[in-house]
């Protein structure tokens, strides 16, 4: 089974600029379609990006298209969200996961072996 570490959370500025960072172990995510979520206070968990077993296919939900790039290190077994031009309302708890539901899904339920998230605070 597949254990995700996520990373990078902070407090930023408006306009500001962070990475977040995935890690595993016990299994190589070499394998793995991967996705990113976030979770703002009060709110359902929403997607964010998605990125396939060997980077070269990515998709994002349209709020941070343009802003907010997915990669991957295969030889690392860690995943990337790289966020610029961050705004208040990316403010939210980020999750990676395993995409277990196929390509192109967005569901929650399509993902699993969640992380426990890190936080993301955007101020105004």
Known sequence: QVQLVESGGGLVQAGGSL???????????????????????????EFAAAISWSGGSTYYTD????????????????????????????TADYYCAVQTGGWG???????????????VTVSS
């Open 63 to 90: 709020s941070v298209k343009g802003r907010f790039t997915i990669s991957r290190d295969n030889i690392k077994n860690t995943v990337y969200l790289q966020m610029n031009s961050l705004k208040p309302e990316d």
């Open 19 to 45: 990475r977040l960072s995935c890690a595993a172990s016990g299994r190589t995510l070499s394998r793995y379609n991967m996705g990113w979520f976030r979770q703002a206070p009060g709110k359902e968990r």
């Open 105 to 119: 899904r967005v569901s929650r339920s399509d993902y699993d072996y969640w992380g426990q998230g890190t936080q």
